[in-house]
C-alpha cells in the first residue's frame, strides 16, 4: 500500500477536499458544463484541494462494454481533455488513481494513462494505480490557548480507491463503501465507480500503543458522483439515473472533525 504526506499552512482553519472522478470525458453523455463548474469551484476557494479518483476518460476500446463508434473523442483526445482541464488547478492536487475505464488501455496496451496524465501534472509522486493512503496535515490543535504556535498541526488519514465491482442497488453500493474500513484503518474513506452520491459515519475504538489507551472515533465514509447525464449504455441497460450532487468534504483545523456536504 502506497502511503504519502502533504503539508498545507498551519493558519488554515478549515481544507475542504472535492473528488472528481467518474468523469467519464469522451462519452457523448458526458456533462462538460457539470466538469467546469466542478474545476471553478476547485480553482476559486483558497482551501480548496482535490483528488482525482478514477474514471476520468471514458476510454472506449474495441473489447470494451463502451460503444467506441459513438465516442465523442478518441483516447489520445480524451487524455489531452483531461490534462487541459486540470492544469490550471493541479497545485491544489493531494492524490490520484486509476479506474476501470482507464485500464482497459493497461490491458490492452500495457499504457497508464491516469499515470501520464499526474507526470503532465508534475504530480507522479500522488498517484498510485491501485489506492492511496493521504495524511493530510494543516492546522494548529488549539488546547492550549496562548500556545496554539507549539501545537503539533491536525493529521487526517484519507483512504481513496476508484472501486470495482459493485451492485445494482443502493444496499450493495453502501456496503462497498463501508468494506473499505476492513482494508485499513483511517479517518476518511473516499470510493467511487458507482455513481451514487453518499456520505456515513460510523464509529469505532481505536487503539493506541504508545499510551496504551483506546479513543472513539467517528469515520467518515463517502461515495462520489459521476458527470455523465442519463442515455446510452446506462439506460439501454436499465441503471437508475445517477444525481449530479458531488459530496465536498470540510475537515476542521483547529481539532480533528470531518463531514461531507451533498
Known sequence: MHAITVNYPTDWETARLYILSD????????NMADIHSQIEQIKND????FILN???????????VSDIYSEGASPMEQLQMAIDLFSPIKEKLIGA???NHEDRIWKNDGIDVTKFICAQLKADDKYDPDGLLIFLRFGRRDPHGVHKKANPRVTYTIYMSHGRGGGRKEGAKAIRLADMASIVDADVYIHSHTHLPMAMVESYY???????????VDKLFVNAASSVNYGGYSQKNEYKPSAMRHPVISLAGSKKFARAIL
Open 46 to 49: 483558497p482551501n480548496g484541494l
Open 97 to 99: 488513481t486509476s479506474g
Open 23 to 30: 468523469l467519464h470525458i469522451g462519452d457523448p453523455n458526458t
Open 206 to 216: 481505536r487503539a493506541h500503543e504508545s499510551s496504551r489507551s483506546i479513543e472513539k
Open 54 to 64: 478514477g474514471d476520468l476518460i471514458n476510454a472506449a476500446v474495441r473489447n470494451s
